[in-house]
């Protein structure tokens, strides 16, 4: 017999859970909507009375034997977890590496252009990873990439900590960045411009 219209609320196909006539399993157990156990019965009386209370059948543990199921109205029912899955994703603070690249002797206007991309990414919450990249005998004076990026460290003004030391490797010399107080603070006060992204800016993965 047909399914009337208004209990036909499939899912999107991207949707794995089963939910009326795609449960096919012969007996399920049955959780009534106020949540109480109603025993093993036959699928087709478990959706009988889901369709009787203008509800759906819902497969809620699957892999239990036999399946567990429950009646509930599953349009509400996915709103009220994609509420959930989207507070909780938002107490989950994601943080990207961005990287900035300079080298040693690097002019002073390409200098400032490159600190304003490091506060603008603090500020959006991102560490940074600073790397000096040394050429031929530049290699010899390391001293000068410290030097640069304590500079860089102490114009930032109080927006970073300093996560990870300088440390050389090979021709590069790295130091990461995280966003101190007062840089989380500002989060989302600015927006980092697509020009930082052409300018050897992307993030790390």
């Known amino acids: 017999m047909p399914v009337p219209r208004r209990f036909d609320r499939r899912p999107p196909e991207r949707d794995t859970t089963r939910i009326n006539e795609r449960i096919r399993v012969p007996q399920v157990r049955l959780i009534g909507a106020d949540g109480e156990q109603l025993g093993i019965v036959d699928t087709s009386e478990a959706l009988r009375r889901a369709q009787d209370a203008d509800l759906d059948l819902v497969e809620v543990a699957p892999n239990s034997k036999p399946p567990v199921t429950r009646m509930l109205d599953y349009s509400k029912y996915k709103y009220?977890?994609?509420?959930?899955?989207?507070?909780?994703?938002?107490?989950?603070?994601?943080?990207?590496?961005?990287?900035?690249?300079?080298?040693?002797?690097?002019?002073?206007?390409?200098?400032?252009?490159?600190?304003g991309h490091v506060e603008r990414f603090l500020k959006h919450g991102d560490k940074v990873k600073i790397t000096i990249m040394f050429r031929g005998r530049e290699q010899a004076h390391p001293e000068r990439g410290r030097a640069l990026l304590q500079k860089l460290f102490e114009d930032l003004g109080g927006l970073a900590v300093i996560e990870s030391a300088p440390l050389q490797e090979g021709r590069n010399m790295s130091m990461l960045l995280a966003p101190s107080k007062e840089a989380r603070a500002q989060e989302g006060a600015a927006t980092v411009p697509d020009a930082a992204e052409a300018d050897g800016t992307a993030p790390q993965a």
């Open 80 to 115: 009220e977890q994609e509420q959930k899955q989207k507070a909780a994703r938002k107490h989950q603070q994601q943080v990207n590496i961005r990287e900035i690249k300079l080298r040693p002797k690097i002019a002073t206007h390409d200098y400032d252009t490159k600190k």
